[in-house]
Each structure stands twice: as structure tokens, then as C-alpha cells.
């Protein structure tokens, strides 16, 4: 197998730059008019025939030979046979990894609050887990351990009585790690389903697929296409596009780090996007020949390759503090600082989903084992989203009370308010209330 990268070279001095970078960072992850028919075609067939159309279709669309609904279904002793099927050392490997994202995200935890003001009114939140989530996770050769606790124990964590877990068998190949995973993260049930069909059942509920209140998870663009039908049914976590990594480096980091760490999202897939930012030319200069140097060694070097050279960059800045511009105007979804003094570059740094600071902090550790949530925004949506968290499992209610005094004094202001908007009956509700000069 022959391959070569031929990956892009950036200036931001030269005068197209902004033009250049645009066209690098451009993606349209809306589905094709075929795509999105199917899924709505699906969506409906399970609104309507519930079990049977999820039975039918994963016999159609996985090769599954499913006789009914049950055989569908994993319960609690299978999940704890997969731990037993998998390594010692696998095993110890997710445990610590769960343990670490557990900690991580008690962090997070938001609790409700109440102040009291001179006159006795109340106001404070009252912070509430969700009732059900579900957890959209890949099968088959395309899966992701690490994904089941990224996103199973922030929800559990929050509170969330009951996560729910699809993930498609193809062929009835069952992946152990996969439910090992989904064991030790405390998923409460198992449905081996996939495509849109599953997120269907998450969202509307079937005779034995239970309906959730949010669907989290990464999946192809059958699965983000129905997320985006469902969502206001249910919640969602994001629609997310293609990996990201984008590094910042002053140019005295070893150059083989630097390529193996752009391979390491490469390797994702075809679309995915890895850049480097330097105002060492020569450094670019050397990572490019670390770049031809490594590849030929990867199991994935036909990925790595498309991607590299389809989306892939090295781009030269006048300095460092051009870099970190740069780096906040693409809002990457990882951005690794490999530089001497990370934290005195951290305050500017203004858009990204997770940020790795110093030389020998490798984005893969957080993908796997650091603790943060890998769930992170793509496709410059870090301008204005954050990394799944505990957060996204709670919902908050305000609380309002209001004392005999409070209420007449705050009706004097709605009553005006209301009135300006034309809004009598809101004004008259809140009159009711204030009392007279004689405080009955």
C-alpha cells in the first residue's frame, strides 16, 4: 500500500488568508433530500407499528435474525457476564477510566438555591435531574467503549433515574467491551437497535422501549438526521460533525508527537479535520516530514491520508499571539497548547471544546481517561457550546414565592408593565393583590 500526504500550507500573512481558512473549515452536515425522506419514512413506521417495525427493520437493515422484540433485548446479568468475558486488563482499564470521568463530573453537580428579601418574598431555582436519557451508542466494528462512559455517568451522575442504551448488533456481532462499558457506567437497559429507527423508539416510545426525555450519543447521518426530526419530542445533545483537532505550538515540541497527535483525529474518518498553527516555519517544515515519515506506519493510513489531505493544514502565523488568534477564530474541538507556558496563553483563549495544555498532554488522554467529557462542540459551535456534562442531565424550575407586602408592592411595577403591552387581564391579576393605604 502506497501512501503520501500532500497537506495544505497556510500563511495568515498572505492576503487570501481568511479566504483560504473559510474553505479549510467549511462543512454542511444537512442530509441529502434521500437520506432525510428515509428517516421521516422511519420515524413514522415506528410511531405507528412500535416493536414490530423496530424488529423488521433491524432484520432488514443489521442482518439481524430477530423472531421478536425480546431478542432485542439485553438485561442486567448480560452486562455483567461481559466483564467477565473481556480482559483483566480491559477491565481494569475502564474502571479506572470511570472512575476518573466520575469525580470529573461530581464537580459539576448544581444544587438548588433560595434567598429571602426584606419584605418576605422568596425567589430561588430548584435544580431537577431528568426523569430518562438515552444513550445512542455505535456497533459492530465501530465502537466506542469510552463513549458509553462519556455519556452514561454524567446522567447518572446528575441523578437521571433510568439511561437507557441502544446499540445496534450487524450481523449479531456483539461488541463486550461495548457492554462492559455500559456496566460498569450503570446503564439500567440495554435494546441492541440502530439507525434512525432507534432514535425513533427513544423519542416517541414502543410497547417495550421506554420514551426518554433527552438522546445523547454520536452516531452516522441516519442517526444525526433524526435527532434533528425528534428534537422538541426530546431533547438532544448536539449534532456534531466530523473530529477536530487543531494545535497550537511554538516549535519545540518533538515533531513526531505533533504528526501523531494530528493523526490521532485523522484517523476518525475521511472528514475529519486536523491543523497545526506555528510561527516556526521550519518546524511546520518538520512535522510535514514527520507527517511522510509515520504514516506508511498506521494501521489506518488510508484515513489518515484523505483526511490529512483533504481537510488537514499547516499553517504559519507572524507569532504567538497570532496563533492563539487563529485558534479562536477556527473554535476548535480540541486544542492542544504545546507550548512552554500554556496557562500564561489560556486566558485568551476564548473558543474551544476541550483545551490541552503543555507538551505532554496528548488529546487522546482525554479521550479516553483524563476525566473531562470527550462529548465536545464541533465545527466551530464552540463559539456557544460547551462539552456534555452533568448539566445537560438537569433542568432547572424557578421558584417564586411572594409575601402579602411583596405581591402589592411588585403589582404597582407589573400592572404598569402590563398595561403598556395592552395585557389587562395580566394587569388586573396583579392589582388584585396590591393592598390599600391602610394595608388590608
Known sequence: MTVSTAIARLNAADQDFARHLDHLLSWESVSDDAVNQRVLDIIKAVRERGDAALVEFTQRFDGVDAKGIDDLILDRARLELALTRITPVQ?????????????????????????????GTVLGQKVTPLDRAGLYVPGGKASYPSSVLMNAIPAKVAGVAEVVMVVPTPRGEVNELVLAAACIAGVDRVFTLGGAQAVAALAFGTESVPQVDKIVGPGNIYVATAKRHVFGQVGIDMIAGPSEILVVCDGQTDPDWIAMDLFSQAEHDEDAQAILVSPDAEFLDRVAASIDKLLPTMERAEIIEKSINGRGALIQVRDMQQAIEVANRIAPEHLELSVADPQAWLPQIRHAGAIFMGRHTSE??????????????????????????????????????????????????????ARGESLTAHARSAEYRILNEKGN
Open 364 to 417: 487522546a488522554l482525554g479521550d479516553y481517561c483524563a476525566g473531562p467529557n470527550h462529548v465536545l462542540p464541533t465545527s466551530g459551535t464552540a463559539r456557544f457550546s460547551s462539552p456534555l456534562g452533568v448539566y445537560d442531565f438537569q433542568k432547572r424550575s424557578s421558584i417564586i414565592f411572594c409575601s402579602e407586602q411583596g405581591a402589592s408592592e411588585l403589582g404597582h411595577t407589573a400592572s404598569v408593565l
Open 91 to 119: 477491565r481494569e482499564a475502564l474502571e479506572k477510566a470511570a472512575n476518573r470521568v466520575r469525580i470529573y463530573h461530581e464537580r459539576q453537580k448544581q444544587d438548588s438555591w433560595q434567598y429571602t428579601e426584606a419584605d
